[in-house]
């Protein structure tokens, strides 16, 4: 049913990856059979714009590389640059750092941080 909504097949690899994006964010909880998570919810279905707002900072605190670069950046200058850097501390490898610190600063921005 959510991958007909999305215009995907279930068994389509584009789904999946979409769908461990969401758990990995911490939207949705599951592995076949799929729920929102409590963060999800108030994200989704917000009581007001406050419990919205507070859901889109914790999907994007939720990554365990973007969760050790915010506690490591926090009151930093904050650039794709030093972002880098915090990621090879946080331990992803060199390759991958560049792709994570744009997906973070994109993350941050539409979540409003």
Known sequence: MIAAKMGLSAKS???????GAARIFGMIDGKGEYKLSEAGARYFSPRNEEDKKRAAV?????????????KRMHGSRVTVETLTQAMGEAG????????????????AGVAGM
């Open 58 to 70: 914790a999907f994007v605190s939720t990554p365990p590389a973007f969760a050790d670069t915010i």
């Open 92 to 107: 992803l490898p060199a390759a991958q750092r560049s792709l994570a610190a744009k997906s973070f600063m994109n993350s």
């Open 13 to 19: 690899g584009a789904f999946e990856k979409r769908m």
